[in-house]
């Protein structure tokens, strides 16, 4: 990567203001026109005690993830930061507190674990905050005014950032906290730079005057919220709460709807209802969420009612771990429903996916008349990424125009050369049917005789076929070499950016690499990855869970043996871990002992 | 077995560095903690007139690979100042809080620069040599063919002018009873050393007191006053007046200091869990019956690893080593200071 290519992480303590510091360095700049990409770790406790880890890539051009190694740690709680000092890489900078107010633990001072090869920067951070201030909170603040001084970066759009940031707050807490940036940054430019950190101005391009920080969430909101949504059912559940709570602001402007219900049955029970009724309608949870919407998404599969579901998964199972992140829904998601209930799962892999996957996603319901989740996790929830929003809405505007009413009774189920049928909204005249759960006919009356379940069945399932076409929706993507490689890298969701920048390195380093995307999980597109398969000699399947649910996935539709890189570590994958398994499989051909396996449709099916 | 020994060193020269890897030779099981106040690694002090040879990087001046503190197991704890050193609880005290303690501790914290008291008013307007940092910043301050005043000129100092004059630079050497340090120089020897030097191209000021130094901006920023009224003007004025031992952290640790930290032939201060070696300490010298300062880069050196011998069991002298010598060589000065 030419330019700047820097990763700083903030670490501190829950209450030391490490995301505050983090979300106030990343919109700096952005606002300055860098590339950025950001992702918070945080405990699921709110105050007091725990780990925050902010962690910001800026960079003069796009970037696809997080670097395994940061540039520069800044430590605003030693005993949190210590552990992540192997993070940084060698002549990189390690920023701590040299002058603490409590009495350091024997060997729990950062001066005692710098590496040898790492530049230590000590700054009275407290005292800086202190004195230029009047109290020691804003220290976080004062660190990046330290931070800014040492790498001379422009303090204006610092300020502008704190400007902002604290904003309907009272003055005297934006003056304290100017005060801390400005006090730190004249220490920080005082101070003789060892390390061999730099940044070169940005490079800003015409469309940088457009660019925003947005999340996955962010994103997600605007693209629902662009292609219309009119109800929204939801019930808090970290880290889908975000989607929610940022509806709430937006629905009521635009006169769309927007409750809280008592648990996520009624959720998603609403949502299906709504969209029975004929509006745009969706709900957002989470893994332990999504399991209990598995009967009714079981309803919306056999009612054939549009509606939309995003679920962003966390660790699992159970409550498991709220605030880390995991790939391991996969299977609840494609196959979570009693009986054969196919439906449309998307997985977008960055920040501006999200936005297109959440609009896409009501054409989708709609036009194949089924539920669709929109799959994220919390690496991607959570992530910021720059993005730039486009000049017109792409989405397309709500397309129901009532019943196309001819003789007789309304035949809601009726089979179709598209195999999707005439649907009426409730009290339309001529639209006149019966809805349930049971197996039913073509009028919707409830059946079961053998050959009726068996045309349904068939019928539910094929008029999703076309889905994998749909017009504006990438499907799947390849990136990188053309033609046979050795190694290709098969991925999904969030892990993709990480597989991206494996890609890049090892095609820096001379080995021809392919990588391909899959963004509609169900149904596969299935020709898209058999091409892919047909042109690389071994297939590398990375993905955040333990049992490899997305190449078990892949294995059964295809046939075809995958090498399996599996994480269950609550962490996103690391760019290393994909890299050496690529060099691996290229050089030998055999996974490493003990990280994958490479089973084919042998093992998929036992 | 029991636990094991832990040492710490204060200073990570050569003599710091040098006692860390006897240590490390020694006791396979040591906790060796390394503590400075510098953010680099051990460099070699004596190459930093190389960055007006062209090098910029501070890469380029490391003694030691960084990987080697690893091999060895040395603890660098570096940005870490020492505010005390209790004696009796064997602890050290940093500025940052914390309390480490030890075993046995090693003083190897050399000495800053001295500055005569007339001009101490005037430390403000002087260029620095004794870090990296310091250096860099010397270097910035003197242009291609830029003039530098050196004050005093101890072997330190001398060395750098060399390589300054070797580089196209001005050098003006104001001498003072600190030239040619820590030589000392009989009166019949001094003007063949001068002799030397003027033949070597640096200018030479003797007799002239400095009274003052002033800014007065410009080409040449630096102007140093005579007490006779005649003035010398120059990009930077360095003092290079020998070396004040750095002892002031160790006060209230118990220990026996006069100007340096007062030992024995075997490096023991004192205190038996405390040694010392290099520029910081004066040594018992049973030939003369009191106590010396060794200086010389060599001699540092040796003081280190022997101290690290003796700290681990062994009882190894510092004997008296040759006197320093100094002569001019082909006209050009030789001094035994400068070997490493």
């Known amino acids: ?606 | 077995m029991g636990e094991p020994s832990r040492y710490a060193i204060i200073g990570s020269g050569s003599a710091g560095f040098g006692a860390a890897r006897t240590i490390r030779e020694r006791d396979p099981e040591a906790r060796i903690s390394l503590v400075t106040i510098s953010s680099l690694p051990f460099y070699n002090r004596y190459d930093l007139p190389k960055l007006f040879l062209g090098v910029e990087d501070w890469r380029d001046l490391l003694a030691v690979p960084t990987e080697v503190f690893d091999m060895l197991d040395i603890q660098l704890r570096r940005a870490s100042r020492v505010v005390e050193v209790d004696g009796r609880n064997l602890t050290i005290q940093f500025a940052h809080n914390e309390v480490m303690g030890f075993d046995r501790l090693l003083v190897c914290s050399g000495g800053g620069g001295y500055l005569p008291a007339a001009l101490s008013d005037y430390r403000h307007l002087l260029h620095d040599f004794g870090s990296f940092e310091q250096a860099v910043v010397t270097r910035k301050a003197v242009p291609k063919g830029g003039t530098v005043i050196m004050l005093g000129g101890d072997m330190i100092g001398l060395d750098l002018a060399f390589t300054l004059v070797d580089t196209g630079h001005k050098v003006i050497l104001v001498t003072n009873d600190h030239t040619f340090w820590p030589h000392q120089i009989a009166p019949e020897e001094r003007g063949e050393l001068l002799d030397a030097l003027t033949a070597t191209g640096i200018e030479i000021i003797d007799g002239r007191r400095p009274t003052a130094i002033e800014d007065i901006g410009g080409r040449l920023p630096r102007r140093m006053v005579f007490s006779d009224g005649t003035t010398a003007s120059g990009n930077v004025i360095m003092a290079f007046c020998g070396q004040q031992p750095s002892v002031e952290f160790l006060l209230s640790a118990g220990i026996d200091i006069e100007r340096g930290i007062l030992v024995n032939t075997q490096l023991q201060s004192s205190n038996d869990a405390i040694w010392a070696a290099g520029d910081v300490c004066q040594i018992w010298s049973d030939a003369g019956k009191g106590y010396k300062f060794y200086h010389g880069w060599k001699n540092v050196r040796i003081m280190g690893e022997i101290a690290a011998r003796n700290m681990t069991g062994a009882e190894e002298a510092f004997d008296d080593p040759d006197p320093l010598a100094i002569r001019v060589e082909d006209g050009r000065i030789w001094s035994s200071f400068w070997e490493h």
């Open chain 1, 1 to 606: 990567m030419h330019g700047t290519d820097l990763q700083i992480a903030i670490c501190g303590s829950a209450g030391d203001g490490t995301i505050a510091a983090g979300d106030i360095l990343k919109r700096t700049m952005a606002l300055m026109g860098y590339k950025v990409i950001a992702f918070d770790l945080y405990p699921a406790e709110i105050r007091g005690f725990g780990k925050c880890i902010a962690r910001v890539r800026v960079s003069s051009e796009q970037a696809y993830s997080l670097k395994h190694h940061s540039d520069v740690l800044v430590s605003l709680h030693d005993g949190h930061a210590i552990p992540h000092v192997g993070e940084v890489r060698d002549f990189g900078a390690v920023i701590f507190d040299d002058a603490p107010i409590a009495r350091v633990a024997e060997g729990g001072h950062m001066s005692a674990h710098v590496r040898p090869a790492q530049i230590p920067y000590g700054a009275s951070l407290r005292a800086i905050s202190e004195q230029a201030s009047g109290n020691a909170r804003g220290r976080n603040i004062a660190a990046l005014g330290y931070l800014a001084g040492l790498y001379d970066i422009p303090p204006e759009a610092f300020q502008q950032t704190i400007m902002r940031k604290f904003a309907g707050k009272p003055e005297a807490v934006t003056e304290a906290n100017m005060q801390a940036f400005d006090a730190g940054y004249d220490v920080g430019a005082g101070v003789f730079k060892l390390d061999d950190v730099t940044m070169e101005p940005p490079s800003y391009q015409a469309e940088g005057a457009r660019a925003v920080m947005m999340t996955g969430n962010g994103a997600t909101v605007r693209g629902l919220l662009d292609a219309g949504i009119e109800c929204f059912f939801g019930y808090p559940i970290t880290p889908a709460t975000s989607i929610m709570e940022r509806l709430a602001q937006e629905m009521p402007l635009r006169g769309a709807r927007l409750l809280q219900t008592e648990d996520e049955i009624s959720a998603i029970a609403a949502t299906i209802g709504a969209g029975y009724a004929g509006a745009r309608a969706a709900t957002a949870t989470s893994g332990p969420g999504l399991a209990l919407m598995a009967e009714m998404l079981g309803l919306g599969v056999m009612a054939e009612v549009p509606s939309v579901i995003v679920v962003s998964q966390r660790g699992g199972p159970s409550t498991g771990m709220p605030t880390k992140t995991e790939q391991s829904d996969l299977n609840m998601a494609v196959f979570g429903a009693s009986g054969d209930a196919q439906r449309i799962v998307l997985a977008p892999t960055n920040v501006e996916g999200c936005y297109r996957c959440a609009g896409k996603a009501f054409e989708l319901a709609e036009r194949h008349q089924t539920p669709v989740i929109v799959l994220l996790d919390l690496y991607l929830s959570n992530r910021y990424e720059t993005v730039i929003p486009p000049k017109t809405n792409p989405f397309a505007p709500k397309p129901f125009e009532g019943p196309s009413v001819g003789g007789g009774p309304f035949r809601r189920f009726a089979e179709t050369p598209t195999n999707v049928s005439p649907r009426a909204l409730p009290g339309q005249a001529g639209g006149v049917h019966t809805i349930t759960g049971l197996e039913h006919n073509e009028l919707g009356r409830p059946s079961d005789l053998p050959e009726m379940h068996a045309a349904m069945s068939r019928k539910r399932h094929e008029k999703l076929i076309a889905a994998t076409e749909h017009p504006g929706l990438t499907v799947a993507k390849r990136f990188g070499d053309e033609g046979p490689v050795p190694v290709g890298i098969l991925g999904w969701g969030s892990t993709f950016g990480e597989i991206l920048e494996a890609m890049f390195a090892a095609q820096a380093e001379g080995l021809p690499c392919t990588a391909m995307k899959v963004v509609m999980l169900s149904p596969l597109p299935l020709e898209h990855i058999e091409a892919f398969f047909a042109d690389c000699t071994h297939v590398l399947v990375p993905e955040l869970n333990y049992e490899g649910q997305f190449a078990q996935l892949i294995c059964g539709a295809t046939g075809k043996p995958v090498t399996r890189l599996t994480r269950a570590t609550g962490t996103p994958m690391q760019v290393e871990d994909i890299l050496s398994e690529v060099r691996r499989l290229a050089a030998t051909g055999q996974p490493s002992e003990g990280e994958t396996d490479e089973r084919g449709l042998e093992a998929s099916l036992s």
